[in-house]
């Protein structure tokens, strides 16, 4: 029996799909949101530190769990079948709020050359990187909505780089942390223009929930007082309380489903039960994430589309991108550590772009608060790897020591990419992804000169020694929880997968309304321009489809 | 910015925890526990892997590992890191990919939440003087229940 039919199925309720359901429903759209997660409050996980988003040693918190395998391939073309907590595997939260109920919620507004790269730096051998078809000014207002719906604390008006806002943030920033004391003057001495990250995390009450508490279990973790503002406890809530969407978890997509005439009809999925069922509507929106995403389109054949859909050039799944992490940490002579979360509490984007030798860049910001087997478990080049010199390095500087960090823009790759496999099925029968590729030169050449600039911060900032992040390995694509890339947004259908509005170019009816579309992924984190991509498209889908669902 | 002046427990705690660490803090403990659960599929590798520690030994020094004398073990360790430990039983296994598990797993043993069975009574937390609770606002839930012993 089909379930009743409705405009828009949407999959995947994370930082994409949650506010594309708020928009449909609050506009009078009949919505069903799936979510192959569940939904969790900070109490259905105990704050562990080897069983996280971050740290999975143990295990994932939220998911997915080891029903949902991939296939990675290695440089040397070997195949490994990995589970969720290998690091390969690219892993993000499966469950309502996707990312965003344990993201470290920095949320940054792109560039405005970001969205020009090509124009800026020109061709780029090995990489397929091409200018946004839409520009920095398009997605400004919804940027801004992102901001004041979501809710965003933090001051960026030192920021001389930043592009223009139309309104300030909502929220003041958290007092600073004594990394942060301790950081910005030395910024400020080395002519760098340091200032308060934004972040989706309340400062002061906000949207009817309280402000951050502080404590050291940020990243990776369910907010102990819902003060860290995600799609979860913001519009999905609202979504649902317009009476028009349906949230139904622990359901798995099987595919989306096409007429004889080429149009979506709706979506196949396994429920909380295992039973197929199948919803029909008026639009299909897949919001899975970039590796999900492309898999799901790939999965979707029929006669009228053999290799999936939107995939007539075989444009879907490829350019997978994240972000090359890089930088270095300091160590003290006095202790820097305060316990006061979330840790990352200033940044610079005097690197983002104008290097000289390279494409691009990214911000620089201090690390996350770290916990004890975080900090003890790094490795790097000048730190003693285990035994008494080890015990000794962490009891010394656990307390004393800085980590600058950023992420490093990539460049699209065509080679990396997401395919299904042809072999190995999930837990439901499905053909599950398949990684494969590598990074870019660029990346590498980037992440050297960050390090080298965390490294001038920090021995300016006082530290006695510095200690590089290593180089990054270039065994396998990028990818990670910055996931993105994999079904771009562009004019030309022979050269992308999406057009300007995020619709599938030979169906008009189907949507990817995530950090796939991104043709490039900033070198920032990419969360608060999928929200921010998720309205402006939101928009432009309902001024097509006027008269739909209004109610 | 000069650190606070360190608690009495503090210094003991430290001067303590070296002879401590691997089995007052329950490291062993922790690594049994993940081999009957999370880590469950790594059981054959940690039975090959200890075997082949004490063929090491044998070759070496006549003798198995826990009869060594500590800088014979340290030299022995330093030799499984590097891949160039004696000894038949590294053939199926290298003997720096062990190493790199059991140092991992000890890490997690000792600076991981005591709930997993290691970390005895936050004695790594105390080392590094973080403050207790972890949570704010979670004491009564997150205590771990009193031992005795």
Redesign the interface.
């Known amino acids: 029996m089909s379930l009743k039919h409705v405009n828009a199925v949407i999959v995947g309720s994370g930082a994409g799909g949650g506010v594309v359901a708020k928009e449909l429903a609050e506009a009078g759209f009949s919505v069903v949101l799936l979510e192959r997660g569940k939904w969790f409050t900070p109490f259905d996980e105990?704050?562990?530190?080897?069983r996280n988003q971050r740290t999975c040693?143990?295990?994932n918190a939220f998911g997915p769990d080891e029903r949902n395998p991939r296939v990675y391939v290695d440089s040397s073309g070997h195949e490994h079948i990995v589970s969720p907590t290998h690091g390969a595997y690219s892993n993000n939260a499966a469950c309502v709020g996707g990312g965003t109920l344990s993201y470290g919620a920095m949320a940054w507004r792109f560039m405005e050359r970001d969205f020009r790269l090509r124009s800026t730096y020109g061709t780029v051998e090995g990489s397929t990187l091409d200018d946004w078809p839409i520009t920095y000014a398009d997605l400004e207002p919804y940027y801004e909505k992102a901001e004041w719906e979501i809710g965003v604390s933090g001051d960026d008006s030192n920021n001389i780089f930043r592009a223009p806002r139309k309104r300030p943030l909502p929220m003041p920033p958290l007092p600073p942390t004594?990394e942060h004391q301790?950081l910005r003057p030395a910024a400020q001495r080395l002519g760098l223009h340091p200032f308060d990250i934004p972040m989706l995390r309340n400062s002061v009450p906000y949207n009817g929930r309280g402000a951050c508490?502080r404590?050291?279990?940020c990243v990776g973790f369910a907010c102990?007082?819902d003060a860290k503002c995600g799609t979860h406890n913001t519009v999905i809530p609202r979504a649902i309380q317009t009476g028009n969407c349906e949230l139904r978890c622990e359901c798995i997509v099987r595919e989306i489903l096409t007429s004889e005439r080429g149009h979506a009809t709706g979506v196949a999925y396994y429920d909380s039960n295992g039973r197929l069922q199948e919803q029909t509507a008026d639009l299909v929106v897949a919001s899975c994430a970039a590796i999900e995403s492309a898999r799901l389109l790939l999965n979707s054949k029929s006669r009228l589309f053999p290799n999936g859909l939107g995939n007539r050039y075989d444009w879907v799944g490829r350019n997978l991108q994240g972000h090359a992490y890089t930088g270095a940490i300091g160590l003290f002579d006095?202790?820097?550590y305060d316990?006061l979360g979330p840790g990352a509490s200033i940044a610079i984007c005097d690197f983002n772009h104008g290097n000289s030798g390279f494409v691009s860049g990214g911000m620089l910001a201090n690390e996350f608060i770290r916990l004890?087997?975080q900090?003890?478990?790094r490795t790097a080049a000048g730190i003693p790897?285990?035994?008494?010199a080890h015990?000794d390095f962490?009891?010394r500087y656990?307390?004393s020591s800085i980590s600058v960090m950023g992420p490093m823009q990539e460049m699209p790759v065509f080679d990396s990419r997401v395919q299904v496999d042809p072999k190995v099925k999930d837990h439901w029968g499905i053909p599950v992804a398949r990684l494969s590729g590598h990074r870019h030169r660029n990346d590498l050449l980037g992440t050297n000169f960050m390090s080298a600039k965390a490294e001038a911060w920090l021995k300016e900032a006082g530290a006695a020694t510095v200690i590089h992040s290593g180089p990054i390995s270039f065994d396998g694509p990028s990818g990670g929880q910055h996931q993105a890339g994999t079904c771009r947004m562009g004019n030309d259908p022979k050269t992308s997968v999406v057009d300007k509005f995020c619709r599938v170019h030979d169906v008009d009816n189907l949507y990817v309304i995530d950090g796939s579309v991104h043709p490039n992924n900033g070198g920032f984190n990419p969360v608060l321009t999928i929200m921010a991509i998720a309205y402006y498209a939101s928009a432009n889908l309902m001024k097509t489809r006027k008269g739909m669902g209004a109610t | 910015?000069?650190?606070g002046p360190s608690p009495a427990w503090w210094t003991r705690s430290?001067r303590r925890?070296?002879t401590q660490?691997r089995f007052g803090a329950g490291v062993v403990n922790y690594i049994d526990r993940?081999l009957c659960?999370?880590y469950q599929t790594l059981q054959e590798f940690y039975r090959y892997g200890l075997a082949a520690v004490d063929q090491t030994g044998q070759a070496t020094y006549g003798k198995v590992f826990a009869g060594l004398e500590s800088h014979q073990q340290?030299e022995l360790?330093h030799g499984l890191?590097d891949g160039k430990a004696p000894g038949a039983g590294w053939k199926r296994v290298s003997s720096a990919e062990f190493f790199r598990y059991v140092?991992?797993h000890?890490?997690?043993g000792?600076?991981?939440?005591p709930?997993?069975g290691g970390n005895r009574e936050g004695v790594?937390?105390k080392?590094?003087?973080?403050?207790y609770p972890?949570?704010?606002?979670?004491v009564r839930s997150?205590l771990p229940k009193p031992r005795s012993g």
């Not at chain 1, 105990?46 to 080897?50: A, F, G, P, Q, T």
């Not at chain 2, 080392?127 to 403050?131: G, H, K, S, V, W």
């Not at chain 2, 972890?134 to 979670?138: E, K, T, V």
Request: hydrophobic letters at 30%; charged letters at 30%.
């Open positions: 105990r704050k562990d530190d080897l040693v143990l295990g004594r301790i508490m404590c050291r279990w102990e007082v006095h202790e820097t316990d004890p087997y900090f003890a478990s790897r285990w035994g008494a015990k962490v009891r656990y307390r | 910015m000069k650190p430290s925890t070296r660490a993940q659960g999370p340290y360790l890191e140092v991992d000890t890490m997690q000792f600076y991981g939440d709930r997993h790594s937390w080392m590094l003087n973080l403050p972890p949570i704010r606002g979670r997150d």
